[in-house]
C-alpha cells in the first residue's frame, strides 16, 4: 500500500513570496511529504498568494478556486492571506469560506502547523532528504536570497506593510551561511531581494552579528562586501534589488567599481516631480534623484539603473507628467518598468483627492514606455562591438540564451549566444563565456562567443 502523503504546492507573486514557498517546500520535504504534479494527485494543496494589485488577487483567487474544485483541501498563505476588509475580517476567509487554513506572508512555522492538523507527517524529519541548500524554485544556477522581511515605509500606494509587517532583518551569520550553501551547491548568482534591501539592519540598530568566527556588523554595505567577497571565490556574482536612494548607497556603488557586486542598482523611483513623490510619501524630488544618479555614474561608468514608475496617480496634471518625461529623458534610465496607478484596496492613495481616469493612466504609461524604448535601443547599441561576460540561462542549438551584468533574470533582456564555427561543446547552464556583441534591438543583444 503506498503511504506517501503528497502535497501540491502553487507559488504566485514575487520573488521574495518565491523563496517562503523555498522554505516551505524545504520543510515539507524534511519531513518526508511528497510533492504532487496535478490538484487530483495531491492529498492537500498549498497556495502562496499574492495580493498587491488587483490583477495579482485575481491571479490568486483564481488559482484557489481552481484548486478547490479540482482537490477541495486548500491552504492559503501570502499576502492575500494578510488582506483584511473594512471591518477587519480576513478577505480571502469572506471569499471562499471552504479553505482549510489561512496565514499570512512569512509564516512558515504556521504553514506547518496547518499541514500537520490536515495531513499528518508521514515520519520523523530526516534532514539528509534535503540538500543542504534547500528546495529551489528557481533554475539550478541561480537563486533568491531574502535578507529581510517587511517594510517600514508608509507609500500611500502600497499595502505591503499591513500585509507583511514593519521591517524584520535576519541575522547576518544566518544570510551569510545561506549564501554559502548555495555557492557550494552551485548556484552562480545570487539576487538579493527584500521589500527595502537598503534599509537592512536598521531595526537591529546595526548590532553587531558573527559569521565564520568573525564579528560582522549589520548593515547591507558590510553585507554586501562579504558576500561579494564570497562569491569570488566561487566565481560566482551577486545581484542587488530592491535598493532605497538612501546616502549609504554610495558605499554599495563603491562596491560595484571595485568588482565585488554586480554593477546593477535596482533602485525604486516612482515618480520625479516633487509634488506627486509628496502625495506618494516617497523621499527626496527628480532633482535629487538626478544628482545621485550622476553621481553613482561618476563613480561606477558601467553602472546599470534599473527603476520602476507609476504614471497616473492620484491628482497627476499633465503637467506633472511631463516633468516625469524630462527627468527621464535627462537621467536615461537603463532598465526601467512602468505600472499604471492601481487603486489596491486599504491603500491611502484611493481616498487622495483627483483620481486620474484610467484611460489617461494608460495613455501616459504607453507614451513613457515608447521614450524608453528609444533611451534603451540607444543604450544597446552602444554595446555593439563590446565583449561582455554572459551568464548562460539555457543552451540552444548553435549557442545558448545567457544575460550579461546588466539583465536580471525574467525581468531584464537577454544575450543570444551563438557559437564559434566548429565548436562541438554543448554549452551549460551557469557556465561565463566571453561574447563580443554583434548586434541589439530595444531589450536583448546578439553575439559570437569568444572561445
Known amino acids: 500500500m503506498n503511504t506517501q502523503k503528497r502535497i501540491g504546492f502553487v507559488s504566485l507573486g514575487c520573488p521574495k513570496a518565491l523563496v517562503d514557498s523555498e522554505h516551505i517546500l524545504t520543510r515539507l520535504r524534511a519531513e518526508g511529504y511528497e510533492t504532487a504534479a496535478t490538484y487530483d494527485a495531491a492529498d492537500l494543496v498549498i497556495i502562496n498568494t499574492c495580493g498587491f494589485i488587483d490583477a495579482a488577487v485575481e491571479e490568486s483567487l483564481e488559482t484557489i478556486s481552481e484548486a478547490l474544485l479540482e482537490n477541495g483541501r486548500v491552504i492559503v498563505t501570502g499576502c492575500l492571506g494578510a488582506k483584511k476588509t473594512a471591518s477587519g475580517k480576513t478577505f480571502i476567509r469572506q471569499v471562499m469560506p471552504d479553505i482549510l487554513e489561512i496565514t499570512g506572508p512569512d509564516a512558515l512555522e504556521e504553514v506547518m502547523q496547518a499541514v500537520h492538523r490536515h495531513l499528518p507527517r508521514p515520519h520523523e524529519p530526516f534532514i539528509d532528504l534535503v540538500p543542504p541548500q534547500g528546495i529551489k524554485l528557481t533554475p539550478r544556477h541561480y537563486a533568491y536570497l531574502k535578507i529581510s522581511e517587511g517594510c517600514n515605509h508608509s507609500c500611500t500606494f502600497c499595502i505591503i506593510p499591513s500585509l507583511r509587517g514593519k521591517l524584520v532583518t535576519r541575522p547576518v ?70 535598493v532605497y536612494p538612501y546616502p549609504h548607497v554610495d558605499h554599495l556603488v563603491s562596491l560595484m567599481q571595485d568588482g565585488l557586486v554586480l554593477p546593477y542598482l535596482d533602485v525604486p523611483l516612482q515618480h520625479a516631480h516633487p509634488a506627486v513623490l509628496k502625495r506618494m510619501k516617497r523621499p527626496a524630488s527628480g532633482e535629487k534623484h538626478l544628482e ?139 557556465e561565463f563565456v566571453s561574447v563580443t556583441i554583434t548586434d541589439a534591438d530595444a531589450h536583448d543583444m546578439w553575439g559570437e562567443m569568444i572561445p
Open 173 to 242: 551569520g544566518d544570510v551569510l551561511s545561506e549564501a554559502e550553501r548555495l555557492f557550494d551547491a552551485g548556484v552562480k548568482e545570487l539576487l538579493l531581494v527584500s521589500q527595502d534591501t537598503g534599509a537592512y539592519g536598521v531595526d537591529m540598530k546595526h548590532r553587531t552579528g558573527f559569521w565564520d568566527g568573525r564579528p560582522v556588523k549589520t548593515h547591507v554595505a558590510q553585507l554586501a562586501e562579504l558576500l561579494g567577497k564570497l562569491a569570488r571565490r566561487y566565481d560566482a556574482w551577486v545581484r542587488l534589488h530592491y
Open 292 to 430: 545621485r544618479i550622476m553621481a553613482w555614474r561618476e563613480k561606477c561608468p558601467n553602472i546599470t539603473i534599473r527603476s520602476t514608475f507609476i504614471t497616473g496617480f492620484p491628482g497627476e496634471t499633465e503637467a506633472e507628467f511631463d516633468y516625469l518625461m524630462d527627468f527621464l529623458q535627462e537621467a536615461r534610465i537603463d532598465r526601467l518598468g512602468c505600472f499604471p496607478y492601481s487603486p489596491v484596496e486599504g491603500a491611502a492613495a484611493n481616498d487622495l483627492a483627483d483620481p486620474v481616469p484610467e484611460s489617461v493612466r494608460e495613455e501616459r504609461r504607453a507614451r513613457l514606455m515608447i521614450m524608453q524604448e528609444e533611451v534603451s535601443r540607444e543604450k544597446l547599441q552602444k554595446k555593439i562591438g563590446q565583449t561582455l561576460r554572459v551568464l548562460v540561462d539555457e543552451p540552444v542549438r548553435g549557442g545558448a540564451i545567457g544575460r550579461s551584468s546588466a539583465d536580471a533574470p525574467e525581468i531584464d533582456g537577454v544575450v543570444y549566444v551563438k557559437k564559434p564555427r566548429g565548436m562541438r561543446k554543448k554549452l551549460q547552464a551557469g
